[in-house]
């Protein structure tokens, strides 16, 4: 640790005046609204280049991206996200941060404790979990929405599936914002987020040797590795990691942007009130068009994206958002349509990476919006209010404040 | 109408289980999540539909459709 606490940070970045050779997902312009930015990089080229975060390419359309997403030889997963910096690589977090021939039996152990069956098991906690949230602000006629309900859902969600204290879910908000927010431009948070992080669950651990349960952790001890071994407490402590990491504020940002789309769009909210089985294709549309989550790259040996050259030591800005937003390959690309019949979107990844927890994140997602329209079918943007969005990787509304019942 | 048989390729399939939840007669998962037809993959005569939204909604074109 340096002296001075101000050290570890780096300099702010300026702000952007050449988005095709200079772009920055940190700029607050991109952070407001991606979606022209998106689409100026997309007209340029299917690649592009910025000098910053020490050298990072984008791919801008579905294709470049699939490209980027199926080729496993020339991009690596050791980094997942893309930052000023590129300290040596320590916390890993298997499977996300594995590459072949290690990633296939790191990911086997944890595809069947989320499969849609194990989730169904889940849901009646989940559908609880909402309605709890729900009563402590209905009556209030108002409240901001990300604050007091998509925060908390994926958080106590995960929580129960790890047999931990559901309330020590504050703590977990804490670590994922110092480590996916403040960790992009300052490695001290960064490092103290991923020191507690590993703390608390080391605990868990020791505990859950001496008094085995049906929970999460429990079975990750009791899982066998590739040579029929038990998995380290390393790579146990790494896959909580990536669980904590890469199920709370991806799935809290997904419903937070479905409530925003359906708050200043009446004709959707209305049409799922009274369709409620049309919540889960619409559902897929709120994914498509808000994919919360940007993965990242690294590029290992030189080839060609889209006929575009990439070189090796560069990053690569994974967009899965922006390849959703692609209209060769959706048609009305910009528009929500919330029955949309034909919707490969790409919002959990492609190839060997597709997230391990799509079916706890859909799973929330349906039960989130459901129990909300059956309690507080109409509502609105608040226009006292301010909506504001996250910053980098993972794209949801962290304020939302809404109107309903008597203000409706 | 002609018969419609469908095959999951398991090299492609990456457990999106989208195939399931749109079309669950049609298809079956494993204890990993990914996806296989269901039975030899014949598709019952009325689910034709069903067959082709899964087809077109599989993020990995894993998905076959063949009219026999």
Known sequence: MSDSPSASFLPEHPPVTDWVHDFDHTDPVWTDDPFPIWETLRAASPVVHTERFLGCYMPTTYQAVKEIAYDTEHFSSRRVIVRDVRPEISARAPPITSDPPEHKPAKQVLLPPFTPDAMKRLEPRVRAICNELIDEFIADGHCDAAARYTKHIPVRAIAHMLGIPEKDGDLFIKWIHQILELGIKNEEELMNGVREMTGYFMAHLEQRKLQPGDDLIS????????????????HVLGSLRLLLIAG?????????????HLARTPADRERLVAEPALIPIAIEEFLRAYSPVTMAREVMKETTISGCPVKAGNMVLLSFPAANRDPAMFPDADKVVIDRKENRHAAFGLGIHRCVGSNLARMEMQVAIEEWLKRIPDFRLDPAGKVTWSEGTVRGPRQLPVLFGKNA | MSKLRIRVDQDKCQGHARCKSLAPELFELDEFGNAHEAGDGTVPAGLEDKAWLAQTNCPEIAIEVTEE
């Open chain 1, 219 to 234: 079975q990750l001890l009791r899982a066998k590795g590739p040579g029929g071994q038990p998995l380290t407490d390393e």
């Open chain 1, 248 to 260: 709370i504020d991806t799935t809290w940002s997904a419903i937070g942007s479905s409530l925003w």
